[in-house]
């Protein structure tokens, strides 16, 4: 009797993965990025807040008109009312003046021929301002001496 061999076992080839398609992926990624940006920068023209000189301003008037700005200069004709907090000034370039109204405590810093710049809107030729932003030295020096201390009172009195 002859025996046969048993018959060899070829292995079977290996399954084949479904490859799934990346569009699904690439779709949602695209959407995804197209809806963070249509918030963040579809927002952004109304949030914006321009700054500009009292001479810009009347130049771009058209554009400017009725929407929230700050506008920077000098200080020119103070009144304040500590009682009622009620300021009243002009800001000028040297080109352009406008007058100035503000309800609100007043930094020690503000005074006039100082650089303020103010955020608000135009109410008429009037700005009503919101905000104070006043400009100020970049140094700051220690006094060394009693003297140099008593001249700096002096200074800002």
């Known amino acids: 009797m002859t025996t046969t ?3 060899t076992l070829t292995p079977l080839p290996q399954a084949r ?3 799934r398609s990346p569009l699904p992926v690439v779709l949602g990624v695209v959407a995804l990025i197209g809806v ?4 963040a920068f579809g927002n952004l023209g ?7 000189t009292p001479t810009e301003y009347v130049q771009q008037r058209a554009e400017l008109q009725g ?3 700050r506008i920077g200069g000098l200080v020119r004709g103070v009144k304040y009312d500590p009682q009622t907090l009620q300021l009243a ?4 370039d040297g ?3 406008f007058p100035v109204q503000y309800r609100g405590a007043v930094s020690d810093l503000f005074k006039e021929n ?3 710049v103010v955020r608000g809107t135009f109410q008429g030729s009037t700005f009503h301002a919101t905000e104070l932003i006043v400009k100020h030295s970049e140094e700051y020096n220690v006094p060394k001496t009693q003297a140099d201390m008593d001249q700096l009172l002096r200074q800002s009195q």
């Not at 109304?46 to 500009?52: N, P, R, T």
Request: aromatic share 14%.
């Open 95 to 97: 080109g352009a003046s």
């Open 46 to 52: 109304k949030s914006l807040e321009y700054f500009v």
């Open 36 to 39: 963070v940006a249509f918030i």
């Open 89 to 92: 000034f002009t800001v000028t």
């Open 67 to 69: 929407r929230p700005l």
């Open 5 to 7: 061999p048993p018959p």
């Open 17 to 19: 993965r479904r490859r």
């Open 114 to 116: 100082q650089g303020v």
